[in-house]
């Protein structure tokens, strides 16, 4: 569900696959919520039964008005950036990397929860909610040429001069073998096509293998980052 208070919007949905846990997701971001907008949004959240309640992804600018309202740090994310041009690495054709249809979306969804820990599962939920984060998307799947099983997914977003790698996951039993890399590179050319001018992505502090990958392909990390507040509501 969509909460507007005054000129502030914020999303209200489930945390991934745990039904539990609400996620508030900033609409008007860049800018904090007002104190009103964040306690509609925790009074909402009990309303509808979550025990506890996180914020997506947010800058210490959006994360004042939760802090004052009781929320407390979670997870720290590394943010990280990179112009599109004027080099781009070059492409891999190790991969076949094909456009993701609604029948694959059981094996990206299991694929994505052996990637990754429960914290970050996205679910169902999430996973339409990627899908829809940007005006314009590019969801793609990545297989090794010696079978059909799914290597990996990457979404992508463009909004105006900035793209977005929203979601990049690997089959654990294809990490070192490209496949990120390939990914993100796709990304990036199909970035390029549309006259984006920078590529933002974050990631955890502790996954230190994206981190190594990102910057491999030219990403820098941007001060301070991300962080991911939360509230219990049980209490």
């Known amino acids: 569900m969509t909460l507007r208070v005054g000129q502030d919007r914020l999303r209200l949905r489930p945390w991934g696959s745990d039904a539990r846990t609400g996620m508030l997701i900033l609409l008007t971001s860049g800018r ?23 914020t997506s992804a947010v800058s210490l600018i959006e994360a004042e008005p939760f802090l004052r309202a009781g929320f407390e740090p979670g997870e720290q994310l590394a943010l990280l950036c990179r112009p599109i041009k004027p080099r781009l690495p070059q492409q891999s054709n190790a991969l076949a990397i094909r456009r993701a249809r609604r029948r694959h979306q059981n094996s990206v969804l299991a694929l994505d929860q052996a990637a990754f820990e429960p914290f970050w599962w996205l ?4 996973l339409r909610e990627a899908l829809r984060a940007a005006p314009f998307r590019r969801f793609r799947i990545a297989y090794q040429p010696s079978g059909e ?7 992508s977003g ?17 990490q070192g073998r ?27 502090h502790s996954n230190t293998a994206a981190l190594a990958l990102y910057e491999r392909l030219g990403f820098d990390q941007v001060a301070p980052g991300l962080q991911v507040l939360e509230m219990d509501l049980a209490v």
């Open 32 to 54: 904090a919520a007002s104190d009103a907008a964040v306690a509609a949004s925790v009074e909402s959240a009990a309303t509808q039964g979550y025990l506890r309640i996180r």
């Open 123 to 126: 679910g169902k939920t999430g």
């Open 149 to 155: 099983a799914t290597a990996g997914y990457a979404i």
């Open 158 to 174: 463009r909004s105006g001069p900035a793209g977005y790698l929203q979601r990049l996951a690997i089959s654990p039993r294809q």
């Open 178 to 204: 490209g496949v990120g890399t390939a990914l993100v590179i796709d990304s990036l050319r199909w970035m390029a096509r549309w006259g984006t001018a920078q590529a933002w992505v974050n990631t955890p």
